[in-house]
């Protein structure tokens, strides 16, 4: 089913847009989710959460793009759930690791979590990925976004791991010196 008929059945209150959903989005969601929690019922938790918060969203917003609407939640449920949790590393610390690296670019050294939520240093952040060159980018948001190790992106661009570990660095320098510019630091 198109993503504009599964959002009109959500603002139609159908039952039938959740089962839409875990249909199209259900194994999308869960390889999200999958990889910050990295424990299956987390992981399956966050998703069914997903789809009751994306419920409660529909009649407010219309998703021009369903499956980052959908994917967007599902993080944020993720990492709430490893935060709200005994602070205990989850994944060999890959997500703390990810996120602790970008502390070093982010103003004041602020919990990124947090601070990554400021709707205007989300669009700096946007603005500064789309003008990396390609592997660049896709490395950054492997690692940021989906919080993967260092050697699955390696393997994913076929590079590598330090070429990858490498690239990281001199990206969050240039992250640290693009957001100086633009006044964040």
């Not at 990889?35 to 299956?40: D, L, M």
């Not at 994917?71 to 005994?86: H, N, P, V, W």
């Not at 890959?94 to 602790?100: G, I, M, Q, Y």
């Not at 948001?141 to 001199?170: C, D, Q």
Request: charged letters at 35%; proline letters at 4%; a positive charge.
């Amino acid at each position: 089913m198109e993503d504009a008929a599964i959002v009109e059945l959500y603002w139609q209150r159908s039952d039938q847009a959740i089962a839409e959903t875990e249909q199209k989005y259900g194994r999308y969601c869960r390889s999200i989710a999958g990889r910050i929690c990295r424990r299956a019922e987390d992981a399956e938790e966050c998703v069914s959460d997903t789809w009751f918060r994306a419920w409660n969203l529909m009649p407010d917003k219309r998703p021009s793009r369903l499956s980052v609407f959908l994917g967007t939640i599902t993080r944020s449920l993720a990492l709430d759930r490893i935060k709200a949790e005994t602070r205990q590393k989850r994944g060999g610390g890959e997500t703390d690791l990810a996120l602790d690296e970008l502390t070093e670019c982010l103003p004041g050294g602020e919990d990124p979590a947090r601070v990554v939520e400021d709707r205007e240093l989300e669009a700096a952040l946007r603005h500064f990925v789309a003008g990396l060159p390609e592997e660049e980018k896709r490395a950054f948001v492997l690692r940021y976004w989906h919080l993967l190790p260092l050697e699955e992106i390696a393997r994913r661009l076929r590079i590598s791991p330090g070429k990858t570990k490498s690239m990281l660095f001199r990206t969050r320098k240039k992250l640290r010196i693009y957001l100086q510019k633009e006044g964040y630091c």
